[in-house]
């Protein structure tokens, strides 16, 4: 009796954010991705049944932690008060830098996901639930600001522009991996110029960000 207690005890603390922690732990410890969930649920002492109940298969789960990094990002910077009172721009930096905050701390797992097999943007299939999840954040942002802006964000330009932040962080997240700059330093850079941007892509004056960005690129471009 006490056996099987304490089996619907272990049960009972199985959740998502368990799995996530495991895989994790198992993609950094072995350096490779468990072959199947046969395999990652007898390594972790799970039920395959306990785990079907939560994921459908091992990439669900690697999109899940994608959300999960948002999700946190998305947790920390609500819980300020002031944040809903931000302007847009204001908003998209504390996301962003929010986000790669979160990012850093599991910087180790976010390359290997990514880099995985050197299959390049094959491996960004992972971020699809992400993506969806960015995007309408982004739209609840416009929706909801009370910025200068309002009248030349339409309802035809709004998922324009969710795309177009979208792409950002793609760019954005291309730019981190490769940086090797004392605490990411430049990264902080490129997100403050880029979001300039993407904002004044709303506004009259686009060509001097663009240009502004432009020559920052360059600069680290001919660096590397």
């Known amino acids: 009796m006490a056996t099987t207690k304490k089996v619907k005890e272990e049960k009972t603390l199985l959740d998502e954010d368990k799995i996530i922690g495991f895989y994790m732990n198992d993609v950094l410890e072995n350096n490779h991705n468990t072959k199947n969930v046969y395999v990652f649920c007898k390594n972790n002492h799970i039920e395959e049944a306990d785990f079907y109940s939560f994921y459908g298969s091992l990439d669900a789960v690697k999109e899940s932690i994608w959300v999960k990094f948002f999700e946190n990002a998305v947790t920390t910077i609500e819980k300020d008060e002031n944040y809903f009172s931000y302007t847009d721009k204001n908003k998209l930096l504390t996301l962003y830098f929010t986000m790669f905050e979160i990012l850093t701390l599991n910087r180790s797992y976010v390359v290997f996901s990514l880099e995985e097999n ?24 416009m929706q ?13 330009t709004q998922p324009i522009f969710s795309e177009g932040a979208w792409i950002q962080f793609l760019f954005i997240l291309k730019f981190w991996l490769d940086d090797r700059s004392k605490g990411f330093e430049k990264t902080d850079i490129i997100i403050e110029k880029s979001v300039n941007t993407v904002v004044d892509l709303l506004d009259t004056k686009p060509l001097e960000s663009l240009f502004d960005l432009g020559k920052f690129l360059w600069k680290e471009s001919k660096m590397r």
């Open 118 to 141: 050197k299959e390049g943007m094959k491996n960004l299939k992972q971020l699809k639930q992400l993506r969806n999840r960015f995007k309408d954040f982004v739209l609840d942002i």
């Open 144 to 156: 909801t600001s009370t910025s200068e802006n309002d009248n030349k964000v339409s309802k035809i």
